[in-house]
């Protein structure tokens, strides 16, 4: 079984940077990816970004293209967001997951199989 733990979250004034991190246990191998999202009060969780385990290949929503970077730690099961120049619509609860296999919708949830318990960012104007 694997487990997930955010951390880095916190509250910050717009234009700032924060990284989180994503903590796996237990192994996460066989693994495709890991991604982050992110859920706004009263919205539905929304995809973020997400990297592949082995060849470290990326893909970004456009909301947060050239301002957030996600990267991993395969020797820690480790993976990071850095977020620079955020902005108060960044705020939101922000999950990491696992993929277990390749799937083409990497934006959908359903394509993931682990989550973590999210760690909590705010942005203030």
């Known amino acids: 079984q694997v487990r997930l733990v955010e951390s880095g979250g916190g509250l910050v004034q717009a234009g700032a940077s924060l990284r989180l991190s994503c903590a796996a246990s237990g192994s996460i191998l066989p693994a495709y990816a890991m991604g982050w999202f992110r859920q706004a009060p009263g919205k539905e969780r929304e995809f973020v970004a997400v990297i592949t385990w082995s060849g470290g290949s990326t893909v970004y929503a456009d909301s947060v293209k050239g301002r957030f970077t996600i990267s991993r730690e395969n020797a820690k099961n480790t993976v990071y967001l850095q977020m620079n120049s955020l902005k108060p619509e960044d705020t939101a609860v922000y999950y990491c997951?696992?993929?277990?296999?390749?799937?083409?919708?990497?934006?959908?949830?359903?394509?993931?199989?682990?989550w973590g318990q999210g760690t909590q960012v705010t942005v203030s104007s």
């Open positions: 997951a696992v993929q277990r296999v390749h799937s083409i919708a990497v934006v959908s949830t359903e394509s993931y199989n682990y």
